[in-house]
């Protein structure tokens, strides 16, 4: 017999009892640094969210509704598990005991625990936006026409829906798996039992079945959503339900759940009498139906509808038609008949003359160049992007090019920690230039320039020109630090900080940015000590950090407001992919430009300000985040400077290029014998591929009576649709002024006439000599000669084409310069063309006679132009010329000799001229 140690005895239970302490001290450990990092993620988003706006509720309202989402989600998870476990272990013992084998332990709570856990995870992030849009959900006012229910319900309610039933659906599967598994660890793994034998256990088997049954009964409820997905069908080839979806599939998914219960009922009713075969053929009746079902809708469909296509589709064709141009703002849109075109004369030019004024000659990419090099000042400044905007200058509604002078941290020379994080902090101000003038060298004529901001208008006042927020300002720095002050003005003065903006850097702060940055700096530096940290200072980035559930627009533009501050405005989009019957494109089928954004360049606030109240998915995220969003008019100071978005607008010429048809011209819409495809542009100089105009601002009178006065318009041009058809069809304007905000209207030309496209311009502009010429001989010598847009003016019942010519000479440095300029009209099949070194010198060669005089409004053009502008316009190009025409000349015609002789003479003093140029560059590039 042996002796038990008990020494022994104690010594094992000391020690599994300090195991278990272990264990135990380890959990709370790790529990501990868990909810620390949610803690630590939870503080730096709310202040983040209090910094850039006192948005921290979107937080706490979303955090809500996660936690109960994953609350429910895990709770549900662990039921059905846990009962389902409850079973399997009732169904185990009682197999293990009818062998004569007592069964271990088996436990329940833990797997049902852990696999609920995670099932919570799963569903929370999915859930919780789409619970609160249908807690909150706003009717749209519009029904569908299948089901007559309002659009609300399938942009908010049904979308929550689905993810029940599929959270219910994907539990009835992990059940599923879940118990064979557990079935399969515990007898194949003891006694070497066979499937055989476990199969046989009739207790066992029910358990299984009744887990697919239960599969089963949950997809009944799909029925639902799979009759309602009809509408997002394909009805030839555009959305929605065809003719087939809808009196045949249709039909078949309204009768499909009672089948499935009358053949899940038979099913179960003969597999608990233990009669396998029937209840094998009554759950083979489903699949069979459906099968049938399908033979039946591709018999029709092939055999009924297609022979007769148009006729039976016309009244969902007409559907999609209507939901297209409802969802996408299309149905808002006024249309006018454009007169049959006139030629161009002085007079209209005169009548027109606040147009004529400022029609833009200059591009914004070239103009950015020109500030990059004229303005920037230092090596450390720099400008991203420009914009048109309307200003009132010296008494008038002008619209300008404005342009932001941000710190590029790329051009710091030296980018030290000290440098990158504590000097070179913030901008410096903007420049402003006329859109429609250029100086006697070609380059940009400045309205508001220069660091110290000299303004050609005194109203123009920037009194806070430091820029601590822009669009290519994206690093985090430190202001107020102690003994460093930062990089003002010229790089020779100093600031100290003194705005709202940033998060103070007390011990906390300090200790958690150092971890999140992974910058031991942050808490070790004796700089740091009481100063701020200014972050998420991209100003798109900032604005859409606290709504993901808009799609802010990447194109913010800078504005000078009455207070002698700046701020960036940015618009954000609703959205949505749920409209019935409305065609998808960039992935959505509805959207709206619903909210202004306004963030401070100097103080970072941020504020959203709703501007389409009848939207109904911004009504639903205002009732979900109550004062979140601003209810009052957008401050005076920035309604004078509204602008409509270029990418919204993009989204409506791109769907309207099919569904400019009202539904009462479906046949057409369907032969689809009215495309039109945005006007093309050439790509490059000397190259036959083309690309799609952009859209292009002016200050136009929109014609028809539309418009009172010229106003700041957004327009693009359309083509007919097809190889080599590039004659202008209509074009697309929107309405800017705060008053007519988003007004669309769509101009479309008389079909029995052929009016020029830009293409087709280009390719005439190509074709005049002196164009070609000068383009030859200015593209020696290295430098880069290069056509700027060619843009298209509507005046009265003309059409102005204005085109500029750029030079650049060779070398990083070098200043674009507009070079020529050429206007013309359409005149029958020709094209009349003027050219000069200004606007008003090109309009004066234009409409100068035969005989060189020059008719009343292009003499007062001439004028305008000044007289060193109309002596240098004179240079041979065809006043009033058609491209082709052979003008009258007086004399002999030169001979080749003396051709040659003049082409040599103008190649050697423009070669002068380039050399010249680049030694300025070389200049300036030393200079900075």
């Known amino acids: ?79 059905a598990l846990f009962v389902t476990g409850i079973f399997i272990r009732r169904m185990v013992r009682a197999f293990w005991r009818g062998r004569g084998i007592e069964p271990g332990k088996l436990p329940v709570a833990l797997p049902a625990a852990i696999l609920g856990f ?42 929550f829906l689905i993810a029940i039933y599929s959270f219910f659906s994907g539990l009835t599967v992990l059940v599923f798996f879940y118990t064979l598994i557990y079935y399969g660890a515990v007898l194949l793994g003891r006694d070497q039992q066979s499937l055989r034998e476990i199969a046989q256990d009739h207790a066992i088997v029910v358990h299984n079945v009744v887990n697919v049954a239960l599969f089963i009964a949950v997809r009944i409820f799909s029925y639902r959503f799979t009759r309602e997905g009809l509408l997002y069908s394909d009805v030839v080839n555009n959305a929605g339900a065809g003719f087939t979806d ?62 007769n296509e148009y006729n039976l589709e016309k009244p969902y064709i007409e559907y999609n038609m209507k939901y297209t141009r409802q969802a996408f703002g299309l149905d808002q849109i006024r249309s006018y008949s454009f007169p049959e075109t006139r030629i161009l004369t002085p007079d209209v030019v005169a009548r027109g003359r606040n147009i004529i004024d400022n029609v833009r000659v200059v591009d914004i990419d070239s103009t950015v160049k020109n500030n990059i090099q004229l303005q920037s000042n230092t090596n450390f400044y720099s400008f991203h992007d420009g914009d048109i905007l309307n200003y009132t200058v010296n008494g008038k509604e002008t619209p ?62 920037v009194d806070q020109p430091r820029i601590y927020y822009g669009e290519i300002t994206n690093e985090q720095v430190v202001v107020n630090a102690a003994g460093i002050n930062e990089i003002d003005y010229d790089g020779n003065e100093e600031f100290r900080y003194d705005g709202s903006g940033g998060i103070p850097l007390g011990f906390l702060n300090r200790v958690l940015f150092a971890i999140e940055n992974q910058d031991l700096n942050l808490l070790t530096s004796n700089y740091v000590k009481g100063a701020t940290l200014l972050l998420n200072r991209n100003v798109v980035a900032r604005a859409q950090k606290a709504f993901p559930f808009l799609h802010v627009d990447g194109d913010a533009y800078i504005v000078l407001t009455d207070e002698g501050g700046l701020a960036w405005v940015m618009d954000a989009f609703t959205y949505s992919d749920q409209y ?14 619903s909210v202004k954004i306004v963030v401070d360049a100097y103080n970072g606030t941020t504020d959203y300000y709703l501007i389409d109240r009848d939207d109904p998915i911004i009504r639903t995220y205002s009732k979900i985040y109550p004062g979140v969003f601003r209810d009052e008019p957008l401050p005076e100071s920035l309604q004078k400077h509204n602008r409509f978005p270029e990418a919204l607008f993009n989204i409506q010429a791109d769907v309207l290029r099919r569904y400019h048809l009202p539904e009462s011209e479906s046949a057409t819409f369907y032969s689809q014998q009215d495309l039109w495809a945005i006007a093309k542009k050439q790509r490059e100089l000397k190259s036959d591929e083309t690309e799609n105009m952009e859209p292009y601002y002016n200050l136009l009178m929109l014609p028809e009576g539309v418009g009172e006065k010229e106003e700041l318009i957004l327009m ?59 383009m030859t001989l200015w593209g020696q010598s290295g430098s880069d000669v290069y056509k700027g847009n060619l843009l298209v003016i509507p005046i009265e019942d003309s059409v102005l084409y204005v085109e500029p010519v750029y030079i650049r000479a060779a070398g990083t440095s070098s200043i674009p310069e507009v070079r020529e300029i050429v206007v ?39 004028e305008g132009a000044g007289a060193g502008s109309a002596g240098e316009s004179d240079s041979g190009a065809g006043a009033g010329t058609s491209v082709g025409e052979n003008a009258a000349a007086s004399g002999e015609p030169p001979t080749d ?28 590039e030393r200079l900075q």
């Open 580 to 593: 019935p019957y409305a065609q998808k494109t960039n992935g959505v089928n509805y959207i709206r430009n």
């Open 118 to 159: 995670f099932g919570g995870l799963l569903v929370s992030n999915e859930f919780y936006i789409k619970a609160l849009t249908f807690l909150n959900s706003t009717p749209f006012g519009a029904a569908d026409p299948l089901f007559s229910t309002d659009i609300g319900y399938y942009v908010f309610e049904r979308p």
């Open 716 to 774: 693009l041009p359309f083509t007919p649709s097809g190889e080599n058809k590039n004659n202008m069809v209509s074009w697309l304007a929107v309405r800017n002024s705060y008053e007519h905000y988003g007004e669309t209207i769509i101009f479309e030309f008389p079909k029995n006439t052929n009016v020029f496209g830009p293409y087709q311009v280009e390719v005439k502009i190509n074709q005049i000599d002196k164009i070609s010429s000068d």
């Open 897 to 924: 000799e003396e051709r040659a002789a003049a082409l040599a003479e103008l190649n050697e003093k423009y070669g002068e001229l380039v050399r010249q140029l680049d030694d300025l560059g070389a200049l300036i």
């Open 1 to 79: 017999m042996d002796v038990i140690d008990m020494n022994e005895l104690n010594r094992g239970k000391a020690a599994g009892k300090k195991l278990r302490i272990f264990g135990v001290a380890v959990g709370i450990l790790a529990a501990l640094v868990v909810g620390a990092l949610v803690a630590k993620g939870f503080y730096m988003e709310v202040i983040q969210l209090d910094e850039i706006g006192g948005l921290s509720s979107v937080f706490w309202i979303n955090l809500g509704y996660k936690i109960a989402a994953f609350a429910a989600g895990c709770l549900v998870s662990f039921l």
């Open 400 to 461: 300008v090019f404005t342009s932001a002078r941000e710190v590029d941290q790329n051009r710091i020379p030296d980018k030290s920690y000290i440098n990158t994080k504590f000097k070179y902090t913030h901008g410096y101000g903007v420049v402003m230039n006329s859109i429609n003038k250029i100086t006697p060298k070609g380059q940009v004529e400045y309205i508001l320039s220069g660091l110290r901001m000299r303004s050609t208008d005194g109203a123009l006042v």
């Open 246 to 307: 809808v009196n045949v599939l249709l039909r078949y998914y309204t009768i499909a759940p009672f089948l499935l219960v009358a053949v899940l009922a038979c099913g179960l009713f003969f597999l608990f009498r233990r009669d396998l075969k029937k209840a094998l053929l009554s759950f083979a009746v489903y699949p069979a139906v459906f099968i049938l079902t399908m033979l039946v809708a591709a018999a029709v469909q092939f055999l009924i509808v297609n022979p």
């Open 824 to 862: 013309g009209y359409q005149d029958g099949d020709e094209f009349i063309y003027g050219i000069g070194i200004d606007l008003e010198s090109a309009l004066a060669d234009l409409f100068k006679e035969a005989g060189g005089e020059e008719t009343g409004a292009a003499a007062a053009a001439s």
